[in-house]
């Protein structure tokens, strides 16, 4: 594997300010891709050196895969990291890359097309023995469809067959509901993803999102960096994180960690990558769901517990060096609880709010990280993910980490637009957060954006 000097960043926003501090710690230079939007961004001041790629829409800019291998050939760059979002997960740009002569800090494009597949994955995952939920192959036809449902039982959930981020994804209550549903979801898939093929699943109403963190290297060694809990959604897009689940018992988390490397070892994977499984809190079981062949918006989570550069890792494995550590080298270190802070008005159905953020007021605590892109003055464009920061905080326990997040939403100030956090203050004093008495229909099914999240007791 040649080593390189020189990466280019194809992203924007957090995900690109955390791969320059990474490149930075290893010596090696950054070149930027930015969209007409993004010139003044924060990332763009600490790259070495930018490359403005299009408009700011993404279609014309972070979207276009020959823009942005141009980008690093003519910058001289021999590597290109994608984050998370974007091209993150194309297999296409991942196979343009390798062609050009150029390393992509990722997984094999083979590896991002087999995991892509929902379908084939889940059908890969049974074929090892890991349990997945009762559900079907493709549907072809809504007699398929309803033949299925009534041999699964509703609820179910209709899934994009190359899905992610919920879209594609409708809860079918009743029969009556079925076609509508169908209809809808092929249409989101298709305009997402350019795929409107579906499958259905079998609906598990109490569940826990729970997903191990892994990575692979080039000399076949494969480490597993424990779990988070991402419980906390709204239309199946992840609020908060933490880490570790504090549900699981030790013999459940072995079992766990074993499926997820017994299915990346199987695949010989190699980078950094996530296994996502449903549990189930009624029946005590849990289920393969997807695997993310990329880095994860709440990595953090796990570097704050176990004190793992994940993202250094991730570009030394793609030097094809060795993972730094043996699997008993990595422990669990306290508690850590990750809110994602966006630019949303969460007492107005979390409508987006660009503009100015005209004040910045970060917390200041040892025990606490944030991770943004954001500072006084800085424009939040309405092109893009409304994600502003991710704020970590670390405790001895659960508890602990809760007060210290409490604490720090309570110092951090942001004024010129509206952002979350204040509705993560209310999650904060919530009772049955507080005991982990969650699903994740949580916030949908306890708390309307208008309602009062109740207060500590």
């Known amino acids: 594997m040649p080593k390189f000097s020189r990466v280019l960043i194809a992203n924007r926003g957090e995900i690109a300010v955390r791969i320059i501090r990474a ?19 924060l990332p763009a001041k600490m790259a070495d050196k930018i490359v403005i790629i299009g408009p700011p829409r ?23 990291h994608p984050g998370y979002g974007f091209l993150a997960e194309s297999p296409e740009f991942a196979e343009a890359c390798e062609k050009q002569g150029l390393i992509f800090i990722g997984p094999k494009a083979h590896h991002i097309r087999m995991m892509g597949d929902k379908i084939k994955a889940r059908e890969l995952a049974k074929q090892l023995g890991i349990p997945v939920i009762p559900g079907s192959p493709l549907l072809a036809t809504l007699y398929d469809a309803e033949k299925t449902a009534d041999l699964l039982g509703y609820p179910v959930l209709i899934k994009a067959a190359a899905g992610g981020g919920g879209r594609g994804m409708k809860l079918v209550e009743n029969p009556n509901e079925l076609k509508a549903n169908i209809t809808e979801a092929a249409a989101e898939a298709r305009t997402a993803f350019g795929d409107e093929r579906l ?62 490397l017994t299915l990346v070892q199987h695949i010989k994977y190699v980078s950094a990558g996530t296994v996502e499984f449903v549990w189930d809190q009624d029946l005590n079981k849990f289920y393969f769901l997807e ?22 890792e991730q570009i030394r494995v793609a030097r094809g060096e060795e993972i730094s550590y043996r699997q008993e080298e990595i ?19 979390f409508q987006p709010c660009p503009g100015e ?48 997040m409490d604490q720090a939403l309570g110092e951090f100030h942001i004024s010129g637009i509206d952002t979350t956090i204040s509705f993560y203050r209310k999650i904060m004093h919530n009772e049955q957060y507080r005991r982990g008495q969650i ?19």
């Open 199 to 260: 499958f259905m699943e079998h609906y598990i109403a109490n569940a826990r999102h729970i997903e191990v963190q892994v990575m692979g290297d080039h000399w076949g060694n494969l480490r597993h960096f424990f779990e988070r809990d991402c419980s906390l959604q709204r239309r199946h897009q992840k609020m908060l994180e933490e880490a570790p689940c504090p549900i699981l018992s030790p013999e459940m988390r072995q079992q766990i960690y074993q499926a997820a």
């Open 58 to 80: 993404p279609i014309q800019s972070y979207l276009r895969i020959d823009g942005l291998i141009t980008a690093a050939t003519n910058s001289g760059a021999q590597a290109i």
């Open 331 to 349: 422990v669990i270190d306290g508690h850590a609880i990750e809110c994602r802070i966006t630019a949303e008005s969460s007492e107005n159905g």
């Open 291 to 312: 695997m993310n062949t990329r880095v994860q918006v709440e990595h953090p989570v796990t570097e704050m517990i176990t004190g793992v550069d994940l993202v250094i």
């Open 439 to 457: 699903n994740t229909k949580w916030i949908e099914r306890n708390f309307t954006p208008a309602s009062e999240m109740g207060s500590r007791k």
């Open 357 to 404: 953020i005209t004040g910045w007021k970060a917390p200041v605590n040892p025990q606490v990280r944030l991770d943004t892109h954001c500072y006084a003055g800085y424009v939040v464009p309405p092109f893009y993910d409304s994600l502003l920061a991710k704020l970590i905080a670390k405790g001895s326990n659960r508890l602990e980490a809760i007060e210290i």
């Open 23 to 41: 490149c930075q710690k290893l010596g090696l230079e950054t070149v930027l891709t930015v969209s007409e939007a993004d010139r003044k961004s």
